[in-house]
């Protein structure tokens, strides 16, 4: 008889709230991971009272959730670490025109897990050349990649070092190779080092380096009817999550633009 | 579409890690897949389980001991550096040492059931014939045992080839120092070129099937004699 009443919670519990509220996919770029979890626990504690959304988090590198979208994966929403790719589905159909927005400007940092390695200006660390791996992410897939390698062009660094460098399949690996001491030193979303809970050392990477990483968010066809799913976009747009943005490292408008 | 834009540095890459492997793993396997074949010791069966484990674990698990076991600070990235100069990870030597732990069960299986198949009964013929053991070993248990030899190397070259968690974690994508061919693969996909990723992946496909289809003829062709 207690078999029969757990399993008939478990159904419970797995199934039937869902036909109540609304639950949405959400496709994360891998640099925005943390902050989207707490955006997420946030928009879910606000809608509790009114209707108890749920929002499922999927995080990849932008590239991967770009390709895996396209080929008809049950994403409701996608926020990308570029505007580029909304762009390119949006020109599809495979996201719902108009729907696309900038949630967060992305800032790049240059970390170490050791405290004393890099001591303000990290062009110093980098020039130093004493390191033996400089992590990053992947520039063909990952838009934080894409700003590694501009930024180290734009230092005249890139021929030098780039036999020092090693790719991350995504910003999240770049940073985890540095955590874990890997690579002494690495390019990685200014999000990830505010957020990290053990101490090393970063230097924000100027803007002017490196082209803006404009990081887009749009609605996707296949959440077009979503209420979940449009109700986090809206709460996206909103003043609570532009403040939890802004404090987790990311600017929230285009340099110059209002 | 035509061969000139693939580029062919990922698959020797892949091809010398394969290779590499593979005959580091016929020196580490023999003694140990003949001890396993051989002993009646009681920590035999947690022997062949730690070997069997490869075979279940996701890549991910071992990926992850070895990027902190490889890296400068680590247990073994540590020693090798003082020694190299560089550490494990990110390095051809270190992806050869972690196919070596990826497909270890793939050469020492088929070596241990070679060996139990040959059994003991010519090797303590070729002793009272006054065969030293090392002697017995490679002119008696040794040619009797090629199937398995051919099994294991074939087998071991072919799983290395299609090595891609355990890279992916460790390797840090080094073009013509870690960026193999499967990873190449996953690159071009995510970057949508997939063309390229279609050449590639028939290509290791049609080399896979022949590769099973060897192991397959000679279990079934090649006789077992001394």
Known sequence: MKKIICVAALFWVAFVPETFAGEANLAVAANFLEPARRLVARFESQSEKQLPHKVKIISGSTGKLYAQTIHGAPFDVLLAADSHRPRLLEGRGDAVAGSRFTYALGRLALWSADPKRINGDGRAALKSEKFQRLALANPKTAPYGLAAEQTLRSLKLWERLGGKVVRGENVAQAFHFVATENAELGFVALSQVLTYKKKGSHWEVPASLHEPIAQDAVLLTHGKANPAAKAFLEFLRGEAAKKIIRELGYARQAPGGG | ?226
């Open chain 2, 1 to 226: 579409m035509n061969f000139s834009e693939i580029d062919t540095g990922p698959i020797w890459l892949s091809l010398q890690l394969a290779g590499a492997t593979v005959i580091l793993l016929l020196i580490v396997g023999t003694p140990l897949a003949w001890w396993l074949a051989h002993t009646r010791n009681r920590w035999r069966t947690c022997a062949e389980a730690l070997v069997a484990l490869p075979l279940v674990l996701p890549p991910t698990v071992l990926g992850f001991y070895l990027l902190i076991a490889f890296g400068p600070n680590g247990w073994l990235g540590g020693p090798v550096k003082a020694v190299t100069g560089s550490a494990l990870s990110f390095t051809f030597s270190g992806l050869v040492l972690a196919s070596t732990l990826y497909s270890l069960p793939f050469v020492v299986q088929p070596l241990q059931n070679a060996f139990e198949t040959v059994g003991r009964a010519p090797l303590e013929a070729a002793w009272t014939l006054g065969a030293s053991r090392l002697d017995a070993f490679f002119t008696v248990a040794s040619p009797m045992a090629l199937r398995g030899y051919i099994t294991a190397a074939v087998l071991g070259f072919a799983h290395t080839l299609g090595e891609f968690g355990v890279v992916l974690m460790v390797g840090g994508n080094i073009p013509g120092e870690t960026k193999v061919v499967s990873i190449d693969i996953y690159d071009r996909v995510e970057t949508l070129d997939f063309a390229s990723a279609h050449w590639l992946s028939a290509g290791l496909l049609i080399f896979s099937f022949l590769v099973l289809v060897f192991v397959y003829t000679v279990n079934r062709r090649l006789p077992v004699r001394i």
